[in-house]
C-alpha cells in the first residue's frame, strides 16, 4: 500500500462536530515533532514550526478534519432511526449504503424499498431525508433507545482500498488535505526555516467554513495556503467544457471560487513553483463551492491565501476515488512551498 | 467631474485584478490626502487628518462584474463563467475584453432549432461560449488562457445631465470619493477613504478594511437601483435626479439609525436633496463594516443608477454633485 496513513485518517469517524477521533489520531503523529501544538476551543488543532528570524514571518497551512455524514434525529417506533446530512450529501448517494451509528460504530444500512416492490417511474424518484431510515438490527424502540440516541453521528462505513494508480475511499475530503500537511511536517524534520510554520486542522468545514475562522484569529499569519479535495466531474456523460478537474492532471489551482477571487500573487507563485519543479498542474475550472480561504480574507485584516486540491471522482458520496499520482504531486508541491516560502508577502 | 468619471469607468479591472484601477485612483487621489497604504487583500486606504479624534471612514469598491475564462476547446472558442452577478443575457451582444487585451463576442450552443430556442430561453452559462477571434487552442490559450479575467467593453456616454458607462457600480463611487478628497479643505474627524476589493463576489475587502482603523462610522457608498423606468419595481419609490439616497435597509444589513439621522440632518440643514432608500434586493459593504470587529455604526449612501450590472449603466450627474456635497459636510462637521 502506498499510502498507509491515508488509510487510517479516511477510516476514521469524524464527520462535522465530531472531529474528535481525528484530532486525536494527528495529535500522536505530530507529538515531538513540534515546537507547540495546541487544542482550542472549537476543537481546531494547531502546531507550530518555529522559524530562525526573531521577527519571522508566519505561513499557516490548513485543512479541514472533519466529513460530511448523517445525524440521528428520530428513535422510531420500529427500532430504525431517521437521519438528516450534516454537510452537502445528495440523497441518492444514500439508499442501500452501510453506516457507522454514534461513538460506538454500531454497523447499519440506510433502508430502501426492494426493487421488486417498487413501480418504474418511482425507481427514479430522488429520495427525500424523511423516507430514508437507518437500520441496526434493533426491533422496537425501547431496545434501540439503549444503543442510540438522537443527536449521534452517523457515519459513512467504506475501508480505504488501492486499485492501480488510483485510492478508494470515503472522506478523501479533506483527510487528504490533513495527510498533506502531516507529510510537509515529516519533509521539515530538523530543517530550519527562516520563517514560522503554522499547521492547522480544522473543524467544521463542511457546514460553513466553521473552524479555520478562529483558528487564524489565534496565529494571525502572513500567508496561508489551503490544502483540499475537490470536484473532478470528468465523467463521461458531462461535456469535457463542464468538468471541473480531471483526474490524472495534477494538483487542481484555483484562481477563484464561491465567495472569492484568490490572492493573485499567492496563485501565481504556486503556478511559478509547480512548473519550475516539473509538477504537472490544472485549473478548477468551476467556481461553484468554496473552501476556507473565503473565511480566511473576511478574518481579522484579512488574510491572502492559495488554494491546491487533489481533484476527486464522486466526492460527498460513501466512496470517492483519487489518483493517487496527483496526490503524490499535491504532497510534491506543498513540501515546495512551504520550504521555499515564497507565498509569504516580501 | 465628468474627465474624472469618464477615466476610471473606463478602466477595466474585475473583483480580484483591482490593480489598474487602484493604480488610476492613486494617481488621481495622492496629492489631496495625507497618507494611503494597500493592506494585504488589495484594499487602498487614503486618509486625510482632522482635530477632533474620531474617525470617520467612506468606502467606494474598486471592483466590477466580469467573467473569467474557465476552458478553451480545440477550435479556440472560450468557455467563461461569472465573477459577480452577470446575467448569461446581458452577455449577449457585448464585447469582452480580457486583461490580456484579447476581445471577444458571445455566443450560443443549439445543434437544432428547437435545442437553440431552449438554450435561449433557459440561458446559462454552459450554453455560451466567447469567440476572441482565436483560429485554433493554441491561438486562443496565447491570448486568454484558463484564468484570465474579463469585463464588459464600454465607453463613457455623457448625455449632460445623464451619465452612461460600464461600471458605474461602483467607480461612479470611486469618483465621489477623489472629488471630496479634492475639495475638503477642514475635516472635523479623521477620514478615511477606502477603496475596497471583491465587493461583487461578496463583500470580501470591506469586511476587513476597517478591522485595524476602528472608526466612529463607516459610510459604504454604492450604487442603487434606478426604479422609475416603464414597469419597474413599484414597491420601491426612489428616482433618478432627487438626490442620492440614503439608505434604511437592503438584504444585507439595516443602517445604523444614529447613520440615517446624522446623514438626515446634514442634507436637511445644508439644503441637499435626498431619498430614502429601501431596497427589497441586493446588499452592500455596510453589511461588511458592520460586522468588524466589535461592530462599526454603518449606513450606505447611493447613487440611483439604471440598468445595474450591465455595460451601460446610468446616473444623474446631479444626484454624483449632490452625493459629494453630502459626504464633504459630513466630514467638515464631524460624526458627533
Redesign the interface.
Known sequence: MKFELLKELTELPGISGFEEPVADFIEKQIKGKVDKYWRDNVGNLIALKKGKASSAKKLMLLAHMDEVGLMVTKINKDGSVGITRVGGVDPRVLIGKKVSVGKDLLKGVIGFKAVHLQKDESLLKTPAYSDLSVYMGFNSKEEASKKVKVGDPVYFNTLYEEVGQYALGKAFDDRSGCFVLLEVLKALGDMSLEHDVYFSWVVQEEVGLRGSGVAASQIQP?AAIVFENTTAGDNPEIP???WATKLGQGPALT??H???????RI?ETIKATAESNAISYQ?K???AGGTDA?RL????????SGVISTPSRYIHSPVSMIDTRDFSAVIELAKILVIEGKVL?E | MKELIKKLTEVSSPSGREDKIRESIITEIKNHVDGYRVDALGNLIAWKKGVSGKKLLFDAHMDEIGVVVTHVDDNGFLRVEMIGGVSPYVLLGTRIKFETGAVGVVGVEGETGKEYAENMKNLAFDVIYVDIGATNKEDAMKKAPIGTFGTYEATFLDHGKRLVSKAMDDRIACAILVQVAKELKEPKDDVYFVFSVQEEVGLVGASVAAYDIKPDMAIALDVTAGPDTPKAFKRMGFKLGAGPTIKIKDKASISSSQVVKKLTEIATTNGIPYQYEILIFGGTNARGYQLTGAGIASGTVSVPTRYVHTPHEMVDYDDVLNTVALLKKLAEEGVA
Open positions: 502572513d469535457e467544457n463542464r484562481f477563484a464561491g465567495g472569492l477571487v484568490l490572492n493573485k496563485f485549473y475550472a468551476r467556481l473565503a480574507a473576511r478574518t481579522l485584516s484579512g488574510i491572502p508577502p
